[in-house]
């Protein structure tokens, strides 16, 4: 499993890369991700998607306009 550290750095650079879509790219993988039954890596990007959220309320997935 990954650290939080890692998390961390994985939803800042997502921030840096995606802007004002990094929840939703993260997101999209989380899907994708459990499509494919890939339960474990679902659930990281899940937790990726969290904190971009934490970093930055205005990219969440629901918030997108």
Known sequence: MID???IWVCAVQLLDQHG???GLRAAQ???E??????L???LTWLRI???IE????TVA???LH
């Open 4 to 6: 939080d550290r890692e």
């Open 20 to 22: 004002d879509a990094a």
């Open 29 to 31: 993988h989380a899907d």
């Open 33 to 38: 991700l459990l499509e494919q039954g890939k």
């Open 40 to 42: 474990e890596g679902h």
């Open 49 to 51: 998607m969290h904190r």
């Open 54 to 57: 934490q970093l930055d309320p």
């Open 61 to 63: 997935p629901g918030n």
